[in-house]
């Protein structure tokens, strides 16, 4: 039996004759090499696909540098080219600084965004006025505090009015604020007032007993886990739990009273927590009159070119944030079951 022409195997060979294929199955398989033609053809191939293989991964390590590359240059534009937008000195006009949303560390109408926008509104010699422009459920009552004793220190000392105009709602923490300006502008259907003082939880310590499901929860401190939803609250505890809650509210009851003074028609409900209208707000003294913010700016503060001087987080903290927040989740997790303070 001779080799083919081909270099392939016998029975690969179709101008092979049958008595020659029955002839190599009767003298068993051909153990002879096959052609060096062949194997060179083979190993090119793999070479070939090495090669390409390692082109490929070359390929994404490059456009991965470059993808970070670009990440970091866009971080770096977007902190250089970062801050709150400032007028022509010499133009007048209305400074604006928005409170929208919840009023909360860490949120967009964070005690830290809003006065480092107020006092740059208050600095510029071009702002006429500053006019707060709020729609707002509430929030924390401690970041209003700190918002609404930075504007009567702002007033104080560049001698500028300072407006309150409501959109949708000016209600809770947000009232703790605009409480502090020196005149409160509401649209006839805004939401204004609740002005009281919330704890919110849960109780679930009688579903557990239905289930049979026994808490362990261990405490150094007797009233430590008082605030725990799957632990009973004592009399004692809910008690303290409302002291704390009265004093808040009397301090948000001693800042609007400082703030509107006598133009408050005080009824029984009036710090109760309920809301009002705008037009029922005006009724009661919780607000001036009606009025937006183009409104204000026209005729009130006689300047009616209109400058933002919000603070917001941009696209690069937050990244910037997440990328930290990232870095930090192992140390967060293996510190998970250590004791704490919390």
């Not at 590359?69 to 006009?93: C, N």
């Not at 006019?131 to 401690?142: A, K, M």
């Not at 009233?223 to 009397?250: C, E, V, W």
């Not at 997440?322 to 293996?334: D, I, L, N, T």
Request: charged residues 25%; aromatic residues 8%.
């Amino acid at each position: 039996m001779t080799e083919t022409p081909s270099g392939l195997p016998p029975e690969d060979n179709p101008g092979e004759s049958r008595a020659a294929r029955a002839s190599a199955m009767e003298n068993g398989p051909d153990t002879r090499p096959l052609s060096p033609a062949w194997e060179r053809t083979t190993l090119e191939r793999l070479m070939f696909a090495t090669l390409e293989e390692q082109r490929a991964a070359r390929r994404w390590r490059n456009f991965f540098r470059v993808s970070w590359l670009a990440l970091i240059v866009f971080l770096l534009w977007a902190a250089m080219h970062r801050g709150t937008p400032s007028a022509d000195k010499s133009t007048a006009h209305t400074a604006v600084v928005e409170i929208k949303g919840e009023i909360a560390s860490g949120a967009d109408a964070s005690a830290e965004f809003i006065v480092a926008a107020m006092r740059a509104a208050f600095e510029d010699e071009g702002a006429k006025a500053v006019v707060l422009l709020v729609n707002s459920p509430g929030g924390s009552p401690v970041q209003a505090g700190i918002v609404y004793d930075e504007i009567k220190r702002l007033k104080a000392k560049y001698k500028k009015p300072v407006y309150a105009v409501v959109e949708e709602s000016c209600a809770s923490a947000a009232y703790y604020i605009a409480a502090a300006t020196d005149r409160i502008f509401v649209d006839k259907a805004s939401i204004v007032g609740s002005i009281g003082v919330l704890m919110d939880g849960f109780g679930f310590t009688g579903l557990m007993d239905k289930l049979g499901v026994e808490r362990r929860l261990m405490t150094a401190g007797e009233n430590k886990g008082f605030l725990d939803p799957f632990s009973p609250q004592t009399d004692k505890q809910r008690a303290y739990a409302q002291t704390m809650l009265d004093q808040i509210h009397k301090q948000f009851i001693d800042a609007v009273k400082l703030g509107r003074g006598a133009r408050l028609k005080e009824t029984p409900e009036l710090f109760s927590g309920l809301f009002w209208t705008g037009q029922q707000a005006v009724e009661l003294g919780l607000a001036d009159q009606l009025g937006n913010l183009d409104f204000v700016a026209r005729e009130i503060v006689k300047a009616e070119e209109l400058v933002d001087y919000t603070r917001r987080d941009n696209v690069a903290e937050r990244l910037a944030k997440k990328f930290g927040a990232a870095v930090g989740a192992g140390a967060v997790q293996a510190l998970k079951a250590v004791p704490n303070l919390r």
